[in-house]
Each structure stands twice: as structure tokens, then as C-alpha cells.
């Protein structure tokens, strides 16, 4: 039976581990997306240095939350190597202590890693992504980027005298702020009778407020104006629930995002994804943890060559695609998005349970 101390043991150093990584990736990831903000310096006016600082500090939380599976996964062996080249593992191990048991400490581990990552690695995440956007947005850095909605939002309204089809490449303020808007009116035999392309389009109490705007009817020439009223019964909530984006809402206004989107009668296939997907975050840093076990337990002892973690870094990373590939079915519908998150989990978790019991008991 493993006694508290040794539990405390192997905990600190795991965590220690996690945390080192966890530094180092945070390091990487900062000078990558700085290095790429800077060079919006020389195509967006007005674009400083210190917005390019300020960018890259703010989506970081986010580009850290999608890389903490791949964080445990490497903590994991590197620990388990480690003490096992130390012989601390052999030692353990020699006491009678199973495989189990001893894993007890790195799954806790796993565990407080996941639950830190959804309560306070979250929030800060959906906070600044919704800070990057206003950022990229009001400099225009988000085309030169690349950067996008990942669907671009396409609302139809529809009224007594007109119907109207508005599309944006930006979307900021929760969906009632669009940039680089287009309004394309249909007449009442469907055929297009006028678009407005605005630079910006706000939505107000019964209207949408178009800034420097230009006009194009049919077999006329485009006209400039600086400012053009379109009338709207959309309401304001409903906008918000449309074109919000699953990233920037925390994980605990997710469910008030769902039923006030359901209210609405708008799709809740992404949100529902993404809640889904942060509850099982926890877990699937445990199946991380599992794999890396896998390949990382007996290593010393059997003198097996480096081709083993590598392999067990490439089931990590197999794992981690599947995972997001299947996301993206849940998000469009395709699957439920129930099955969409848990799915690879319990899969990676069965898998790593099995290779264990297979390598502790034959």
C-alpha cells in the first residue's frame, strides 16, 4: 500500500514537471505569435509594437488551454523516465506497489492540472479572445492574420417591405458590431435590387447604422455615402446568441449561452461541443497521462529504444487530431455533441487501461 509520503512524493513531482513544461510552452508560444503580430507593423497603419505585445498577451491563455493535453502528455513521461532511471520506480515497484497504485499520484495530478485548466485557465482564455478580437478588428490586423470567424456570420432578416441578407468578415461587441459588412436586398421576385458594403455596421434599437458605406443598384453607378440606416427586427439578444463565437464564452456562462440561445431557436451544436468538450478536459488529460505510462513504465528495464516514447508522443498527438476532428463533427451537428467530447476520451482511457493490465498483468 503506498503511504501518504511517497503519494506526496511522486505528486510534487509531477506537478513540478507539469509546471516547468507549462513555463516553457507558455515561452514558445509567446515569441511565436509575437514574432507574428510584428510583422503586421509594416502592412497595418497605425499598428505598434506594443499592440503587437499586448495582442500576443492576450490570446495566449487561449493557445495555452488547447495545448495542455500535449503538456501532460510530455510531463507525463518525462516524470515517469526520470524516476525510473533514478531507480525510485524499481524501488516502488519492489515493494509491492502495483502499477495502480502507483499511478494514484499522476492521475490526481492529471486531475487538479484539468480542473485549474476549466476554472481559471478558461475564463482568462474566453476573456482575451474576445479582447483579440476587438484588437485585430479595430487595427484590420485580422485579414492581414488570416484570422477569421470560423463560419463566416450570414444573417437573414426579413420584414413587411424588404428582405435582407448581411454578412460580415469580423464580428465584434457579442455580434451587434460588423466589419467589413455587405447588405444585399432582394426584391419580391428574389432578385437582387441593391448592396451596401459598409466598413462598419451597428446594431441599434430598430435599425442597423452602416458607416462609410457604398451603394450598388443594378445597371447604376456605386455611391458613396458616409452614413445609411437599414431598418431591422432583429433584436439585440438574438444577434449576441447568433454570432458569438463557443471560444469566447467561459466555461460557466456556457449554460446560460445555451438556453438563452435555445430560446432564441438558434443552433446550440457548437456550444453544446464546447461545454461538453471543457467538462471532459480532466479526463482526457488522464488518458494523457495513461498513454504516457504506457510507453514510459517500463522503459529502463527492458532497455527499450527512444522509437517507444516517440510512439507514445504520436498516440498523444493521433489522439489529440481525433479528438479535434471529431469536435468539429459535433460543432456542425453531424454527431451528437454528447458523443463528439466523450467519445475519444473514454476510447484513449479503455486503450490505456488495457495496454496497463497488459503490461502489470499479462
Known amino acids: 500500500m503506498m503511504t501518504g509520503t511517497l503519494f506526496r512524493y511522486f505528486l510534487k513531482r509531477h506537478l513540478s514537471t507539469i509546471f516547468w513544461f507549462f513555463l516553457g510552452v507558455a515561452s514558445l508560444v509567446f515569441l511565436i505569435d509575437f514574432i507574428e503580430n510584428s510583422?503586421?507593423?509594416g502592412s497595418v497603419p497605425g499598428f505598434t509594437l506594443l499592440d503587437s505585445l499586448y495582442l500576443t498577451l492576450v490570446r495566449m491563455p487561449l493557445?495555452?488551454?488547447?495545448?495542455?493535453p500535449f503538456i501532460m502528455l510530455l510531463a507525463g513521461i518525462t516524470t515517469l523516465v526520470t524516476l525510473n532511471r533514478r531507480q525510485e520506480m524499481v524501488v516502488t515497484r519492489a515493494a509491492g506497489i502495483s502499477v495502480w497504485q502507483f499511478m494514484?499520484?499522476?492521475?490526481?495530478?492529471a486531475m487538479i492540472t484539468g480542473l485549474l485548466a476549466l476554472f481559471v485557465l478558461n475564463p482568462i482564455a474566453a476573456a482575451g479572445?474576445?479582447?483579440a478580437q476587438q484588437v485585430e478588428s479595430s487595427a484590420k490586423a485580422a485579414k492581414q492574420l488570416g484570422r477569421r470567424n470560423?463560419?463566416?456570420?450570414?444573417l437573414r432578416q426579413i420584414t413587411s417591405d424588404d428582405d435582407v441578407v448581411i454578412g460580415a468578415m469580423n464580428v465584434d461587441e457579442g455580434g451587434t458590431l460588423l466589419r467589413d459588412a455587405v447588405f444585399i436586398h432582394f426584391g419580391p421576385e428574389g432578385r437582387i435590387i441593391l448592396r451596401q458594403d459598409a466598413a462598419t455596421a451597428s446594431l441599434k434599437d430598430g435599425y442597423w447604422l452602416l458607416n462609410e458605406v457604398k451603394v450598388t443598384r443594378p445597371g447604376e453607378i456605386p455611391e458613396a455615402l458616409d452614413t445609411v440606416q437599414v431598418r431591422t427586427n432583429l433584436k439585440r439578444e438574438f444577434v449576441q446568441e447568433r454570432l458569438s463565437r463557443p471560444e469566447t464564452v467561459s466555461f460557466l456562462g456556457l449554460p446560460q449561452k445555451i438556453e438563452a440561445a435555445r430560446s432564441f431557436g438558434v443552433s446550440t451544436f457548437a456550444l453544446e461541443t464546447q461545454f461538453h468538450s471543457l467538462i471532459s478536459m480532466p479526463f482526457l488529460l488522464v488518458a494523457m497521462t495513461l498513454i504516457s505510462a504506457t510507453v514510459s513504465l517500463k522503459f529502463s528495464r527492458f532497455n527499450q529504444s527512444q522509437s517507444m516514447i516517440f510512439g507514445g508522443v504520436f498516440a498523444g498527438f493521433v489522439l489529440y487530431v481525433a479528438t479535434v476532428l471529431i469536435k468539429a463533427f459535433g460543432s456542425s451537428g453531424v454527431v451528437p455533441p454528447f458523443v463528439a467530447a466523450w467519445i475519444p476520451v473514454v476510447v484513449a482511457?479503455?486503450?490505456?487501461?488495457?495496454l496497463l493490465l497488459h503490461?502489470?498483468?499479462?
Open 39 to 41: 510583422s503586421l507593423r
Open 359 to 362: 503490461q502489470e498483468d499479462g
Open 104 to 109: 494514484m499520484p499522476f492521475v490526481t495530478g
Open 349 to 354: 482511457m479503455f486503450l490505456g487501461t488495457t
Open 63 to 68: 493557445i495555452l488551454q488547447q495545448t495542455v
Open 150 to 154: 470560423q463560419t463566416i456570420p450570414w
Open 129 to 131: 479572445m474576445r479582447v
